[in-house]
């Protein structure tokens, strides 16, 4: 494992960092947590984890102006992201939670809250581990066994329809997008960091990306 | 599909980690003990989330289990659920913040303060355990004890599971006090106390002494989860081997090829 990679992970003040740094150390990577706009825009790699309201991220995000810097990084600038749970749905051009906020654009899908009807006695929220099919080629999922389980916690998620990338997907009663990549941008629905090995095995496959 | 789930309880008191029979506390050794008999990262592998209880009894010595929990969970790469001694807001994020993803709660959990919901606003309501500790009566069949058991709440289990529903919980665990400790297996009959349209996963906890256990309450439609707290029914690969068996059995629980132990990049 390279120790190379230096990942930045972005703290907007909502989410618990510390095992996502914990999860990036163990494979050897150089890391860093910050809430500051110069670390995000000289970021080789960008970590955006979030946990929590949609709407409260994006104002975060805004006024610090790091939505800005992770947006100038990834699309413009090129440098990969990964984007985890409430991340990967702010990576999205819109969010529904207390009604609709435009969310960062970076990956042209929408996000919308699973309904009773659509879960089929399932719980709402969708908390535990469920098994992923990884779409054909996956770089995230590579060597990982065949539809591998990740932990997730979520009450909203991305909607896999027209997606430009490859989303793979898990079912709770409905599909909806459990990862996503495309070119430089990454993103998971679920929870890598408290996946066990298959969560390290895919962060470690992010990093090498 | 969601998978079921192995869990494991860790209690801890005073720099110590505890075994309990029937709520009565035995020290058992440190965390060094801990991991030298277990390895954490190697145990992390065998179960699917970490329960961490600060059982403490006179008071709450909350430095001491927080540097704790940060040690430990440095190389846990599952979900963490830790309590004990939480009164209010402040507690659980002290928690949170040192590794915990969910926060539990027992005696409050009864309380009419609004802890819960204030909880449940602040963190969402799947960051809440609901932990509750049963035990038998000659009066009303089963009733639920608060106060590290000590004290019986008036009226049956059933009412009082029946209040909880309404509740802004994530988890629900069941602990039978009779059984803890014993290694008997599980008492099924405290699952006959749950609402019917109960909508939070059900933990069940107290009395497993092997796989057999375990898979008895695996195969139960009301249970989500099996925890243990026995610290020596599973001692070196006990977890493993028992998990091992479920997964050949058929139970559906989450799949790893790989171990941990190969990711790491500098192995300490």
Known sequence: MSSSHRVTIVDIGLSNTWSVLNAFQYLGAGTEVTSDVKSVLSADVIVLPGVGSYRQAMERLQESRLGEAITTGSRDNGRKILGICLGMQLLARSGTEDGVTAGLGIIQADVAPFTNSEVMGGKIPHVGFNSVRPTGGSLLFDGLPQDPDFYFVHSFRMMPEGLAGAASLCNYGIDFAAAYEHENIFATQFHPEKSQANGLQLLKNFLEA | ?268
């Open chain 2, 1 to 268: 599909m969601l998978k079921k789930r192995l869990v494991f309880t860790l209690l801890f008191s005073n720099g110590s980690f505890m075994l309990s029979r029937n709520f009565r506390l035995q020290r058992i050794g440190d965390l060094e003990w801990l991991q030298r008999n277990y390895v954490f990262s190697n145990i992390s592998e065998a179960i699917d989330e970490l329960v961490i209880l600060n059982v403490s009894r006179n008071e709450p010595q909350m430095d001491q289990f927080l540097s704790m929990l940060k040690e430990l969970t440095r190389t846990c790469f599952i979900p963490i659920a830790a309590g004990g001694w939480v009164r209010d807001t402040n507690q659980a994020q002290q928690l949170l913040r040192s590794g915990a993803d969910k926060v539990v709660l027992n005696t409050p959990i009864f309380w009419e303060s609004g802890l819960v919901e204030q909880l449940a606003g602040q963190f969402g309501r799947q960051c809440i355990v609901a932990s509750v500790d049963l035990a038998r009566s000659e009066t009303v069949g089963f009733e639920v004890r608060v106060d590290s058991g000590q004290r019986a709440l008036p009226g049956g289990a059933r009412e009082r599971l029946n209040w909880l529903q309404e509740k802004p919980i994530g988890d629900l665990y069941l602990n039978s006090i009779d059984r803890d400790g014993t290694g008997q297996g599980y008492d099924l009959e405290v699952l006959d106390l749950l609402p019917q349209d109960l909508g939070v996963p059900v933990i069940l906890a107290g009395g497993a002494g092997n796989a057999k256990h375990f898979e008895a309450g695996l195969r139960d439609d009301r249970v989500d989860a099996v925890a243990t707290a026995h610290l020596l029914n599973f001692v070196g690969d006990g977890l493993h081997k028992a998990r091992e068996n479920l997964i050949t059995r058929g139970i559906q629980l989450p799949v790893r090829d790989s171990d941990i132990r190969d990711l790491r990049a500098t192995p300490q």
